[in-house]
């Protein structure tokens, strides 16, 4: 699993990873939410505000390059053949979601790909499962400076996890103050 945690935050104006939802910060909270991985990332540059966290920072290999070069460091460092993925600014994610996107991307044999969509039809490629076999993809994207995660996707074999409403509320993104706002 990789927690996507190096963005700027620029819409924001402050760290997202380090906004507080009730008593824990998003990246604490989502830590907690998926710890029964074996092997735990978190792509960040620094992890001196993250040092109560056990999961492994690692920085990007290609650095500000979004994402996409989060995913693909993450992918690089890990063991495993395919690697859970999903941004900071997903809060409320549960575990129960994460293990049902793991069990389809079982079923789905050769998928280099499983990305969340929600019941409005919108794709989160930050919500997904990514096999090993997407490496040479993402970073001859990133080589060639675009940057654009669903740019890498249609190059690469994806299936669709199709989420119920219950379930696309999980995948809420926090972006802006106002949108933490109707969470808080």
Not at 4 to 20: H, P, Q, V
Not at 39 to 48: D, L, V
Not at 68 to 95: E, N, R, W, Y
Request: net charge neutral; aromatic share 8%; hydrophobic share 35%.
């Amino acid at each position: 699993c990789v927690i996507l945690a190096g963005g700027k935050s620029s819409r924001m104006g402050t760290d997202k990873a380090l906004l507080a939802l009730k008593d824990k910060n998003f990246i604490t909270k989502l830590c907690e939410e998926l710890d029964d991985f074996q092997e735990k990332f978190i792509a960040r540059g620094s992890q001196s505000e993250l040092k109560d966290i056990a999961w492994k920072c690692i920085p990007d290999i290609y650095i500000e390059r979004g994402p996409l070069g989060g995913i693909h460091t993450a992918l690089l460092q890990c063991q495993s053949d395919a690697l859970f993925c999903v941004s900071c600014d997903m809060p409320l994610l549960k575990s129960s979601l994460a293990k049902k996107l793991c069990r389809y991307f079982e079923s789905k044999g050769k998928a280099d790909v499983v990305i969340a969509v929600t019941e409005d039809g919108r794709k989160h490629p930050l919500c997904g499962i990514y096999r090993k076999s997407a490496v040479s993809v993402l970073e001859e994207q990133l080589l060639d400076g675009n940057y654009r995660v669903m740019e890498a996707l249609n190059k690469l074999k994806v299936e669709y996890f199709y989420l119920s409403f219950e379930e696309s509320v999980q995948l809420k993104n926090i972006n802006t103050p106002e949108e933490y706002q109707t969470i808080k």
